[in-house]
């Protein structure tokens, strides 16, 4: 009986395709590595994730951040766009008039996917609170801050 032979260029291949493939995987878990230690880039201006409301009302009005509070379901740009703070009304009725708010409650501020946060918030005006959505990146423009005095715009003008 005789067995097949099996070719030298066969089994070459097969050589060249294990070390190749040995080579792959490394330089994949050697990739990972370098991913996982590598700190990613600091953004240019990091802000912080509340505003300092003692240090702002101590500066007086021109320190008030400014607010447009759109209608519930509006769809909004993100907050801080134009340098003007953006949110939606969730509950309650924005009074007719209205200048200025107090920052109550700050909620719900777990960035999605995108880095995108949907802050929940308490707002008192005069003897009213109403609750508004907060859509904005804290990487760029900080949260609502309980405590904060802001301004209240009906005016809704993103280009600074």
Known sequence: MSRPVQSQHRSGYRALLLVGGTLIGMLAIVFAVVSVRTPAAPSAT?????????????????????????????????????????????????????????VQSDANCQPDENGVSHCLNQLAIGNTTIGVRHHHKMSETPCLTPGEVVRLTDRLDLNG
């Open 46 to 102: 990091p802000v912080p994730h509340f505003v300092d409301p003692a240090q702002q009302n101590s500066a007086g009005d021109a320190a008030l951040r400014t607010l447009y509070i759109g209608a519930k379901g509006q769809r909004l740009p993100l907050s801080g766009t134009g340098g003007l703070l953006l949110a939606t009304l969730e509950t309650g009725t924005l009074p007719a008039g209205a200048a200025q708010a107090v």
